[in-house]
């Protein structure tokens, strides 16, 4: 993950990769979405669970970019 945030901070660094302005985020309860889910007989939502599994990496996704973004605006610019 290192690997990772490195890279993309020396992108934001160089100001090859922006940031959105706003993120907004929708959150539910895990029940609340497992209701859903059961109460929607119309979709299938094959790829249920590994949503439910992607919500927490996609909050520190998010996070990181925010702290990156941050960092970039504090960035003197020549």
């Known amino acids: 993950m290192a690997e990772v945030i490195g890279f993309y901070r020396e992108k934001v660094h160089a100001g090859m990769i922006r940031c959105p302005d706003k993120y907004y985020v929708l959150t539910s309860t895990e029940s609340e979405l497992r209701q859903r889910k ?3 007989q119309r979709r299938s939502r094959r790829n249920f669970e ?7 990496p996609h909050k520190q996704l998010i996070q990181t970019t925010s702290l990156l973004a941050g960092e970039n605006q504090r960035k003197p610019v020549s």
Request: proline share 0%.
């Open 38 to 40: 059961a109460s929607d």
């Open 50 to 56: 590994k949503h439910l599994r992607l919500i927490q």
